[in-house]
């Protein structure tokens, strides 16, 4: 990874922090975007002390609301002429139904949207870049689920799990049609489980929910092992052709038949271009 530059979300925690830093230990240049100040300057320490010759960067935004993403995206555009991998990571589980100032359900906002608007709006760096990659984190929750088009944003459905697991059937789709549209430029598109992992994750999701992750974390997996799969897809030359599928355990997995459908990949693209403000 050496002189590559790597652009990660959710890295101040979790497995975002950790694949950060053995990117940066391989040799990559991270530029992270985080949403705290506090805890972003401690990651970004962090990484300034593991590897001291880097100029590792952070940018600040809030990746539930659409105008910061895009800021961010042209901010990281004006500054750094190539990216080499963008890692989309930073996600979370909401207990009750909140809605952004965008008026999007929470969920969607933060683990959907926010992939597909920063990838779009780097698009042009990682093209110039290629060979290049796109590495999204996905979860195997996803197999519990299906999509409802007509009620996206679960207006009218409203269960913490269910609307979590449901955005990270998002990921997969948009992974998949991602690579599609990606097709011929250099740029590969690849999303994950990272298995359960013992990291913040749930610790912020209200009630009884944070109580039964904070139970079941007991039988998780550490950041350290949940990061593999990360690190894989933004570094190994195993997969460097390789676009538009699931890995568990730093394998290739099948995905339901739902996370499957070409047409719900494209009808999904369609829908978040829509709310993002552009045409297809
Ligand atoms: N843990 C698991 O078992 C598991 C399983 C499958 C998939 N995943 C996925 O793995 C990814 C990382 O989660 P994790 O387990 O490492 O959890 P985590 O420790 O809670 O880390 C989540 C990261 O996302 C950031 N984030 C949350 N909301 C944000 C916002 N509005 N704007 C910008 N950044 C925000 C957090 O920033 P702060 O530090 O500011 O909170 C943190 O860096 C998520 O996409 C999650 O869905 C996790």
Redesign the pocket.
């Known amino acids: 990874m050496r002189g590559k530059v790597v652009v990660i979300?959710?890295?101040?925690?979790?497995?975002?922090?950790v694949a950060a830093e053995k990117l940066a230990v391989m040799g990559a240049r991270i530029v992270q975007?985080?949403?705290?100040k506090t805890?972003?300057e401690a990651a970004l320490e962090r990484l300034r002390h593991l590897t001291p010759n880097l100029k590792h960067t952070i940018y600040y935004?809030?990746?539930?609301?659409i105008a910061q993403v895009k800021q961010v995206a042209a901010a990281i555009s004006e500054t750094e002429p190539r990216i080499d991998v963008l890692i989309n990571?930073?996600?979370?589980?909401f207990g009750t139904r909140q809605v952004t100032g965008d008026g999007l359900e929470m969920t969607f906002a933060?683990?959907h949207m926010?992939y597909f608007v920063l990838t779009h709006n780097l698009r042009d760096r990682l093209v110039a870049s290629a060979p290049s990659r796109v590495v999204n984190?996905?979860?195997?929750?996803h197999r519990r689920v299906k999509l409802d088009f007509s009620d996206l944003q679960s207006a009218h459905d409203y269960a913490g799990f269910k609307v979590?697991s449901r955005?990270?059937l998002c990921?997969i789709l948009f992974t998949r049609e991602l690579s599609r549209r990606l097709a011929g430029t250099g740029v590969t598109a690849n999303c994950l489980?990272?298995?359960?992992?013992?990291?913040?994750?749930?610790?912020?999701s209200g009630g009884m929910l944070t109580l039964g992750i904070r139970m079941a974390k007991l039988f998780?997996i550490s950041?350290e092992k949940?990061a593999e799969t990360i690190v894989y897809l933004a570094s190994s030359p195993e997969v460097a052709n390789v676009s538009g599928k699931y890995f568990y355990k730093c394998r290739e997995s099948t995905p339901t038949r739902e996370a499957q459908d070409d047409n719900a990949a494209q009808n999904l693209w369609k829908e978040t271009a829509k709310l993002a403000g552009w045409e297809t």
Not at 193 to 204: I, K, L, M, S, W
């Open positions: 979300t959710g890295s101040t925690s979790g497995i975002g922090q975007i985080a949403r705290d805890r972003g935004a809030d990746m539930s609301r990571n930073a996600g979370a589980m933060l683990n926010s984190t996905s979860s195997d929750a979590y955005s990270k990921n489980h990272p298995g359960f992992v013992a990291t913040r994750f749930g610790d912020q998780a950041p949940g």
